[in-house]
C-alpha cells in the first residue's frame, strides 16, 4: 500500500457542486499539505496542518476549505467549485525539513 | 520570501544525449533544496537534495546537481538520458528555520527524450 493515499483519483463535478478530498497517510508524520498543479504554474500550497488542532492557511486558500479528522487524515472541500478550480491536487506529508515531502498520486479534478 | 526559477518550460533532447536543467532560487536566507520528478499519471518523487556540505549531490537513476551559492542556482544534469527519464521536473525550496517545513516550487520543466 502507498504511504499517501488520496481519494478519489479522478473526479468530474459541475459547477457550484460540494467536493471533498481525501487523504490519508501511514508515514506517521504530523505535517500533512494540499496542494495544487496548474501546467505552466508548478505546485501552488493551499492549506498545511501541523496537527489535528493546527490549520494554515498557504497562498491560494480561497474558494477551499479543510478538515484534519486525525494525524493520518487531511481532507480538502470545495464549498462551491467552479471552473477555475479545475486541476491537479497533491497531498503530502513531511517530518523533517531535511526530508522533504512524500506525496500522494494526486487526484485530477474537472469542475464543468 | 523566496521564489524558485525554472527557465526552460521544455527541454527536448536525443536519447543518449547530456541534460542540464536549469534552476535559480531567491532567498535571503539559507534554503534547503530539492529536485522532483513526475511521471505521467504519478505523483512526486524526489530525486535528490542539497542540505550542506558538498556542493555536487547524486541522486536517483543517475541524475546530479550542483549548488552554486553565488549564482543561487542548483542546476540538475544527467550525461546520458534514457527514454524512461521522459518526466516532469520540479525545483523547490524550503527554508530550514521556517516551521512550516513548505516547500516552493517552480513552474517546471518538461524533458522529452526523443529516439
Known amino acids: 500500500d502507498a504511504d499517501v493515499t488520496q481519494t478519489p483519483r479522478n473526479r468530474i463535478t459541475k459547477t457550484g457542486k460540494r467536493i471533498m478530498l481525501e487523504c490519508s497517510q501511514t508515514?506517521?508524520?504530523?505535517?500533512m499539505y494540499w496542494y495544487r498543479q496548474d501546467p505552466g504554474l508548478g505546485l501552488r500550497l493551499i492549506y498545511y496542518?501541523?496537527?489535528?488542532?493546527?490549520?494554515n492557511k498557504g497562498e491560494i486558500s480561497d474558494g477551499y476549505s479543510v478538515s484534519r479528522q486525525a494525524q493520518a487524515k487531511f481532507s480538502l472541500s470545495l464549498e462551491s467549485a467552479i471552473p477555475n478550480q479545475t486541476a491537479l491536487y497533491f497531498c503530502a506529508t513531511s517530518d523533517l525539513p531535511s526530508t522533504g515531502f512524500f506525496f500522494g498520486q494526486g487526484t485530477r479534478l474537472t469542475v464543468v | 520570501a523566496q521564489s524558485v526559477t525554472q527557465l526552460d518550460s521544455q527541454v527536448p533532447v536525443f536519447e543518449e544525449a547530456p541534460v542540464e536543467l536549469r534552476c535559480n532560487y531567491s532567498?535571503?536566507?539559507?534554503?534547503?533544496l530539492f529536485w522532483y520528478v513526475q511521471y505521467p499519471n504519478q505523483g512526486l518523487q524526489l530525486l535528490l537534495k542539497?542540505?550542506?556540505?558538498?556542493?555536487l549531490v547524486k541522486g536517483i537513476n543517475g541524475f546530479e546537481a550542483e549548488f552554486n551559492k553565488s549564482q543561487t542556482s542548483f542546476h540538475l544534469r544527467k550525461p546520458s538520458v534514457h527514454i524512461s527519464d521522459t518526466a516532469e521536473y520540479f525545483c523547490?525550496?524550503?527554508?530550514?528555520?521556517?516551521?512550516?517545513?513548505?516547500?516552493?516550487f517552480g513552474s517546471g520543466t518538461r524533458l522529452l527524450v526523443r529516439p
Open positions: 532567498s535571503s536566507v539559507s534554503v534547503y
Open positions: 542539497y542540505l550542506s556540505g558538498s556542493t
Open positions: 508515514k506517521g508524520h504530523d505535517r
Open positions: 496542518s501541523f496537527d489535528v488542532k493546527d490549520i
Open positions: 523547490a525550496v524550503s527554508p530550514p528555520m521556517d516551521s512550516s517545513y513548505k516547500l516552493i
